[in-house]
């Protein structure tokens, strides 16, 4: 089974705020919830993590509602530099990840 | 740069070789991470060490193993090889892997190709 759950790929276009939601219903109590982004050819990179209600960095924010059993990470004006491919994973024992979501913002 | 350095950056070999894949972690992190990722593939987990001893396994193949050593360097061993087993291989690094905080560092990879 599945440990995470995104869409397979969304499109965007530059200057739109994009929202980017993971369904992790087996995430456990102590989880916390992380979000890595990877360029073709490149080893993902962190971009944020978090436990619960709102998070945010210079890069993005992170919204977990109360039940924790979904995340969504909000990249605001996007730009075509934020083409990627966007993994949610949750912390435990078994560091695997899903299948990610493949960002694409036009022009 | 994540800190951590994968060699080689490229290696292209035959069905039925065995190649070696090198990693060495930040300074400093006790866990290292296998993954494999295929063309547009997600990542696969293939197997962890912390601190020398393997702590997870993912979906390693039998013709696969890896070790730590105890200078905290990780080798991948990928033996009898086929065509399949063409990838981007990556190492990640993290402090203990045992805390519900870890990030992972990842290397930018080897990317094998078997001719």
């Known amino acids: 089974l599945a440990k995470t759950t995104q869409p397979i790929s969304m499109d965007s276009y530059e200057g739109q705020e994009v929202n980017i939601t993971c369904s992790h219903n087996n995430i456990a109590t102590n989880d916390y919830i992380t979000w890595y982004q990877q360029f073709p050819s490149q080893g993902p990179r962190f971009i944020i993590q978090?436990?619960?209600t709102k998070v945010t960095n210079e890069v993005a924010s992170l919204f977990i509602p109360a039940d924790r059993k979904s995340s969504t990470l909000s990249l605001p004006r996007v730009s075509l530099s934020d083409t990627a491919v966007y993994y949610c994973?949750?912390?435990?024992?078994?560091?695997?990840f899903g299948a990610g979501t493949r960002l694409t913002v036009k022009p | 740069d994540s800190g951590v350095t994968q060699t080689p950056k490229h290696l292209i070999t035959a069905t039925g070789q065995r190649v070696t894949l090198r990693c060495s972690p930040r300074s400093g992190d006790l866990s290292v991470y296998w993954y494999q990722q295929s063309l547009d593939q997600g990542l696969q987990f293939l197997i962890q060490?912390?601190?020398?001893?393997?702590?997870a396994k993912g979906n390693i193949l039998e013709r696969f193993s890896a070790q730590q050593f105890p200078d905290l360097h990780s080798e991948l061993n990928l033996s009898s090889l086929e065509l399949g087993d063409s990838a981007l291989y990556f190492c990640a690094s993290s402090g203990t892997g045992a805390t519900q905080t870890e990030k992972l560092f990842f290397g930018s990879g080897t990317q094998l190709s078997v001719l």
């Open positions: 994973s949750y912390n435990n024992n078994d560091m695997r």
């Open positions: 060490y912390y601190n020398g001893e393997e702590r």
């Open positions: 978090g436990y619960k």
